[in-house]
């Protein structure tokens, strides 16, 4: 009879915990308080305190917990379980440690818990301590440290542990092996799969096409899709993936293709195929093909605002900015990651920032992404707050910074991250280096410099072309063109990069022909010029004179390499014409330009006047300077010189009278040296 009432009581609180009702938990609750059953049957009260933990009201679990009479080691596990769940670390190992007995779930509660936190050193520190490992706690770890972005130590730990894998852990070790592009790995625990006998699943198989599809061996791939005859949807993304990685685009699609009634995971695979082969357009084609057939997710948003990124489609990127928002799919950490990029590179960080006020959830790329857009508008103070707050800085993070004061004119932080970097053993990669040697440019130090590029040589580095490219403006900033150009005949030079860097020099210190020289064998070595090559050579062209070729390379930026000019192009070509005297041309090219011409721009042409001897028209100029900017001392000081070498001197007393009253002050000059 009691055995009855016993599983009558178990049934109904069964039917409760499928309910989220707390009203009917806490009538059940009085219930058994009231007839005694809490304090005489042990699996009555675990069940209730099940409900409550599972719940979340860990606070009713633990008063439960506390009023038991009789626990056993579920009850102890449930509580464990719940205050991991709950976030609650601390009460959990708390308990933990005031265990009479643990079995192995407990063990499993708390390696699983703290490796899926992220805190692999707290949780392998458990699982060394288990007195008895077992197959479930083990593949949580390896699981842990694969998603963690430690898949290294995931394929160490499966070496070093000698228990028998099931099918689960050779799943969890293969997705390791895929990371890693580790083939000969992979291909050992594939041996060892044929030989145990192990059975074959769906995701067993789908992990082997991705472990050969990840590391370029399609043929391997194509045969374990074929092994199972109709594959399932996880080994075709993974072979369409496969392919897209090796850039048979074609290959993939024709797969795509041939199956119907396709899931998600194909889709994404697809499109994520096309960005990575920069096919952007194909890529947001095939995602409105997709809307017809299935229901987008976080991956597929964050692949197509990739490639909106590529394009430099903001409003586009705006749209699914929006869809995020609509399918709830903001919070996801990967799609700010990539709607921030994509804000960013599209020249809209403040768009960036009002998205990152609105984030609630970060992890350390999505914070090192927000230190890029932070840097891009200048906000450096905002950019070393957003570092203060990544726990595990990364050698990503660090390199963040570095790349960015070195970018916002600040060499003296450069080189002191750096020197934290170094206090701290971090591995020096050649985004640092080349950071720290551009620093050591900006403040023309090119002893500290050399030292650093020593340390690039010690590293293996010294023949990158990052870093080498950062060695040529050294040196060219330094006044040694010579040897910036030694060390630019003996690189490698794949891109554009080292060619803007030695054009770049050879206009920064005089020698115009010499940059256009370069410029042309750039183009005979089959180097398409940037926007970047074309500021280089315009500024030689500026600081030599050379009007005639100035204006020839002006032309064909716009009509043989489809650039529209910036800002910078703008002004330095009417810098260029002003200083030789073509001030009517000057002035019409102002005037044309497709923007508002600000005062720097006016100031070229005011330069150009006073140093020509043109007075009616520098007034003139000067007035109109003054108008756009009422505090720009540079205009009052030329218009007063203007006046007094005319001779009027009254004017000019009237134009310093002018400057005091509106408080203008005179910049003052300044020099350094380095001591």
Request: hydrophobic letters at 40%.
């Amino acid at each position: 009879m009691e055995g009855d009432c016993r599983r009558h009581y178990v049934r109904l609180l069964q039917k409760c915990s499928h309910v989220n009702r707390g009203t009917l938990w806490h009538q059940t609750h009085g219930l058994f308080l009231k007839k005694g059953f809490l304090s005489s049957i042990v699996i009555l009260a675990n069940h209730l305190l099940q409900i409550y933990s599972r719940s979340g009201r860990m606070n009713t679990a633990r008063n439960l917990f506390d009023e038991m009479p009789e626990r056993n080691c579920f009850s102890w596990n449930t509580m464990l379980e719940g205050y991991m769940n709950s976030g609650d670390k601390g009460s959990s190992l708390k308990l933990f440690d005031t265990m009479p007995e643990r079995d192995v779930y407990s063990w499993n509660v708390v390696v699983t818990g703290f490796a899926k936190a992220g805190e692999l050193s707290v949780a392998r520190r458990f699982f060394d301590a288990m007195p008895e490992k077992d197959v479930v706690t083990w593949n949580s770890l390896l699981h842990g440290y694969i998603e963690n972005g430690y898949a290294g130590e995931s394929l160490r730990l499966f070496k070093e542990v000698k228990l028998s894998a099931d099918v689960i852990v050779l799943t969890t070790v293969l997705k390791g092996c895929a990371k890693l592009e580790a083939l000969k790995c992979g291909k050992e625990i594939h041996a060892r799969v044929l030989i145990s006998g192990v059975e074959y699943d769906s995701r067993l198989n789908s992990s082997l096409v991705n472990l050969y599809a990840k590391c370029g061996d399609l043929r391997m791939a194509s045969s374990m899709v074929d092994h199972i005859g109709e594959p399932d949807d996880h080994s075709l993304s993974a072979l369409i993936s496969g392919y897209a990685g090796c850039g048979r685009v074609n290959e993939s699609r024709t797969l795509f293709d041939m199956k119907s009634n396709r899931c998600v995971f194909l889709w994404n695979s697809m499109i994520s195929g096309y960005v990575a082969n920069n096919m952007e357009m194909q890529a947001l084609l095939l995602f409105k093909e997709m809307r017809n057939e299935a229901q987008e997710d976080s991956r597929t948003l964050a692949s197509v605002v990739n490639a909106c990124s590529g394009l430099g489609i903001i409003e586009t990127g705006k749209q699914f900015h929006c869809r995020a928002y609509k399918f709830g799919l903001i919070a996801d950490i990967v799609v700010a990651s990539t709607l921030l990029d994509m804000y960013s590179t599209c020249g809209s960080p403040n768009e960036a920032c009002k998205l990152f006020s609105e984030v609630k959830t970060y992890d350390t790329v999505l914070l090192n992404s927000m230190i890029k857009v932070y840097f891009s508008c200048g906000r450096v103070e905002d950019a070393k707050r957003v570092f203060g707050r990544i726990e595990n800085k990364s050698l990503i993070s660090w390199n963040s910074m570095a790349v960015g004061f070195s970018q916002n004119g600040c060499p003296g932080d450069t080189l002191e991250y750096f020197r934290q970097m170094h206090k701290l053993d971090l591995p020096t990669d050649k985004f640092s280096l080349s950071s720290v040697i551009s620093a050591c440019a900006s403040v023309s130090s090119l002893e500290l410099g050399e030292q650093v590029f020593a340390r690039a040589t010690i590293v293996g580095l010294d023949s990158d072309q990052i870093v080498s490219s950062s060695l040529i403006d050294l040196y060219c900033k330094c006044g040694s063109v010579e040897y910036g150009r030694r060390v630019f005949d003996t690189m490698v030079k794949s891109d554009e990069v080292p060619w803007n860097s030695m054009i770049s020099g050879y206009a920064t210190n005089g020698h115009g022909f010499e940059a256009i020289e370069l410029f042309k064998k750039m183009s005979v070595a089959g180097i398409r010029p940037t926007r970047i090559t074309f500021m280089g050579v315009l500024t030689a062209c500026n600081y030599c004179g050379l009007v005639e070729e100035g204006r020839k390379l002006f032309e064909a930026m716009k009509l043989d390499n489809g650039f529209v000019p910036d800002r910078e192009h703008f002004s330095c070509m009417v810098d260029l014409l002003a200083r030789a005297g073509y001030l009517e041309e000057a002035i019409d090219l102002v005037e044309d330009v497709p923007f508002d011409a600000d005062a720097s721009m006016w100031s070229s042409v005011l330069r150009g006047c006073v140093a020509n001897g043109h007075k009616a028209m520098g007034k003139k100029v000067a007035e109109k300077i003054i108008e756009l900017e009422p505090e720009n001392s540079v205009a009052y000081v030329q218009l007063s010189a203007i006046f007094a070498t005319s001779g009027d001197w009254e004017s000019s007393a009237l134009v310093r009278k002018l400057m005091r009253e509106k408080h203008v002050n005179k910049s003052p000059g300044s020099s350094w040296a380095e001591c």
